[in-house]
């Protein structure tokens, strides 16, 4: 069975679902062995006018391409996101114990966020495009476009035609997670980092309950226990999902922070105020390690979200703007039989009046 071309045929899944799933799996296949086989980026500016980028691990940045879970547990990643996304909803914003941790000291996310802050200036056009070129396992090359337009409609396409189809067919995808990412960014630039943590992982349905009281907090839990249970039991996942102990909560918590705050570099990557309130965030949690580099003769930092942040097994490698915070590189190593990818990212602010008319 082709397992990657059925996944194709079905609704996409948003990319940190994928993710979400990856993450159970690699802690299953931890307990249990190898699973049985079953059947360039630039500077921010308007396309046109002056002339141009996902345990999301990895598919994070950019919704419509294709994110490839690999040969061997294919069909169960899928099932895992779909509990995920059908057994919780967002709880309401509010600080919790396990969700609340301050920044690194003198951290240089902070420092870059700090400086697009203040170094930020009227945001031209309505909407951000990112086009992503995902290299994903044994699988071609595939570019989707996606356009976040700044009034929270989400808008996909394999090409440039087919996303000018979307947006005259009014075909808006945005399912509200989206929205509630970058409003969770924007907040955090200049308001409480614990609060700001919460309303971030909050953003997309999770088990954690942060906010809610410790009766629909034990309730939510195990209806996302069963959830897990009853799909591993369905895969012959070998072992048991992990328990829902305080630990596994601070590792969830940070899980959630990262992929969503990293989705946020999606819907809002062309909005400077974003970008550093992305990075205010990322900075508290401890198992990102950022490092200066150069990539194609511009000053970068790498992000490694360590596996701390991805159930103890597999890391995400993000690559950014050392000046801009903008997305250049997303790299998912390879984890047993979960395969790696590499995905790129061009950035640029637009107005849907040009989407309209193909000036891109």
Sequence with gaps: MNLISELRDVTPLRPEAYERARTVLRGAMAESGPEPELAP????????????????????LGTLGKVGIGAGIGAVAAGVAVVLAA?????PSAPAGSASRGPAVASPLMSLAAHITADSGPLPGNASLIIRTQVDGNIPPEVSYNLYVDNGAFYGGGDKKSLMQAVARHQNMADGINAREVAAARYAVTGNLAT?????????????????????????????????????KEKHVKGSPPPFTAKRAREDADNYLWNNSVDALSAGGGNPQVRAGVLRLLSTISAVTVTHSTTDGQPTLILTAGPEVFVGSGEQILTINARTGMPIKSVVPADGNVAGSVDTFRVYRVTMANIRVGRF
Excluded: F
């Design 41 to 60: 980026m630039t500077e921010l500016a308007p396309m046109t006018e002056l002339a141009r980028g996902r345990n999301r691990r990895r598919g994070s």
């Design 87 to 91: 057994t919780s909803t967002p709880p």
């Design 196 to 232: 700001a943590r919460v309303r971030m992982i909050n953003a997309s349905p999770n088990w954690l309950g942060l906010g809610l009281s410790p009766a629909a907090q034990k309730k939510l839990r195990e209806k996302a226990m069963a959830g897990e249970r009853a799909i591993y």
